[in-house]
């Protein structure tokens, strides 16, 4: 029995786990519907056969796969053999058949390609005028030759910007460093390797690529985005895959010879010198000339601005008339005012050298705020849009919608300024999400305050919080997860926060905080004072109805989640959910943090009708035995309903769970067990949340 596109991700959403799951999870995980899932799964034992293995299923356990190791291995092998995609989607089909053409560009019969996509020759024929059209706006031409098919001629440089340019079409770059950091296991990387970048470039050049430039110490590595740096790691990539090819760029005008050999070019230097020793082959100049090039053309985390020398030449007559025309452009009434905006004007200078250095060769940029900008500022961005062709009169060249979204952030500082408001930058309206909101968002939240102070607003969430209602009050969102349907840009990290996560959030932060706040669209008055409610009585009840109780010291895991069930409600069906919620929840993240001393077991359930606090401890004091607890000696418990209001309840309990963290002497004393003291000392951070949210919304 042939295996159908979906059963793959189900079989491969099983063959992850090691233990029942529920049809539900897998629906979630797969992202396909549970009816799919389930219909999906009552022909799945025809395929199991062949490889010894059975489908196996209980009520109110879950369903598995049964079988030897050695089958789960070489199903999982066919799993991901191949490459799936449906023949009805003609996006899908010339999509693939543009990478079809770019990775042999050589002379291939209309047959070649009908075989391989399982469609006719009069389809694939159609198919070919629509792709004709995308290889010619990247300078490359389809040349029909009668009798022996079709094949692409172009110069190396236009090839490999088409491959750049398919990449950056089809590639969510946000994920492209799984590729080059991640173990093997991570999904959509592998995804990406099977279908897409994995069929242009070796995966393992990628990856080695990467290692070079994490050898080269250089002050201006370190400043890059971490989208520039990616579009660099690309670039090196493809530039080694050609030139292993023995496809090298050929002389194409004298430009190069005219490129300084200042900083950027001897960083050129350096990152040659370390491919050329990696991959044992020769860097021609041209190839340097063109990596300093991708250098300069680079966004950077941190503006430096050059020296008083530079500063003369770079603030010439003739540059300075051009930045002068570019103003007069966007609102020649406001010219004047805006020009003598000295930080606006060196803000423009600096952005225009790298973005002229894009235009004139016709490097491309990601602008994750674009459609933010032009749907929220949309004024100022289509205003931007007459300094865009003030710039494309100049460059001759045509300026992308990144580069204007760029454009209007620097003009919409400048209009912030000129209206005379007090604060020049504005506090940046922050979503922080993880599963539960109220857990891992914390932590980072956290972290975040600290490192960012009163730059940022922030409100945690759970993953399936993300409202659009939510989406109106927020500049960006934070995520350790993979989130769907969300219209504002996201920037994707990893729990605890690296140095690079830091660089992509300082960045958009830089760039929301100099653009005017969303506008409030209605009058919150009564919905205040609603809430003030809802948030007192909530409190009130956590308090009342806090739990101090005991566990046996070398009670498991999964043990200690059915007795915390069986202490938090006396109804069994709901004791299920709670276990059921806290389980997935573990799945998901390990809720141990033993740097912090605590357990914190935190979930969204429809096991509890109102917000939970408890704290478990060990019987006879100590820590916890079993090794999964890794010694810890307090499990604190957060429960929060699944009802709509989601907003107070994560930011009462989000306010605990940092609490845990900020006040060690909350630790000490739910540690003792004395459960009324334990009340009181909620209590009192309690007041100083509530005190503290009646101050935020007056």
Known sequence: MKITPRMKQILQALLGESEPVSIKHLAEKTGISKRTVQRELEGIDDVLQPY??????????????????????????????????????????????????????GLRKLYYYSRKFGVSEATISTDLEAVEEWLFRQGLTMVRKPGSGIEVEGTEENYRRAIRFFIGENIDTKHFKQLYDSDGSDSYAASLRKKH???????????????????????????????AYDGLVIHLAIAINRILQKDVIQVTGEWQERLPHDEDYGLAVDIAAELEAEFEVYIPQLEIAYICLHIKGAKHEKIQLPDQADRMELAGRELQQFVNDLIDAYDDQQAYLLKQDDEFMQGLLAHLQPTIVRLVHGMSIQNPVLEDIKENYSDIYARCRQVARVLENKVGKKVPEEEIGFLAVHFGAALVRLEGRKEQIRRVQVAVVCSSGIGLSRLMAAKLAKVFRDRLEMTTYGKHDITPAVEEKIDFIISSLQLEDVHVPVVYVNPLLSETDIGEIRCLIYQFERLPRKEARQDRFTAQLEEVNLVAARISSIIKHLKC???????????????????????????????DALARREQVSSQIFAEFGFAL??????????????????????????????????????????????????????????????EPDFLEVAAGGDEERIRQELSGHLNRYFKEYLGNIT
């Open 52 to 105: 010894g293995m059975n489908f196996a299923s209980k009520t109110g356990v879950g369903v598995w796969l049964a079988g030897e190791a050695a089958g789960r291995a070489e199903l999982l092998a066919e799993v991901l053999r191949g490459d799936d995609y449906a023949v009805s989607s003609k996006e899908d089909r010339r999509k693939r058949l543009i990478l079809e053409i770019l990775r042999e560009k």
């Open 197 to 227: 970048l994995g069929r242009l470039l070796d995966n393992e050049i990628v990856r080695r690529v990467h290692e070079c430039l994490e050898g080269v110490e250089n002050q201006r590595m370190d400043n890059l985005t971490e989208n």
């Open 549 to 579: 109780f005991q566990a046996p010291a070398d009670i498991t895991f999964d043990r200690l989640l059915y007795t915390v069930g069986e202490r938090m409600t006396v109804q069994p069906e709901r004791q299920e959910m709670i276990v």
């Open 601 to 662: 077991l935190h979930a969204r359930t429809g096991g509890v009708t109102r917000p939970c606090f408890a704290v478990c401890l060990p019987e006879g004091g100590g820590s916890f035995q079993d090794s999964y607890f890794r010694q810890i000696g307090v499990v604190f418990v957060m429960l929060v309903p699944l009802d709509g209001s989601v907003e107070v309840n994560t930011g009462i309990m989000g306010y605990v769970s940092s609490m845990l963290i900020e």
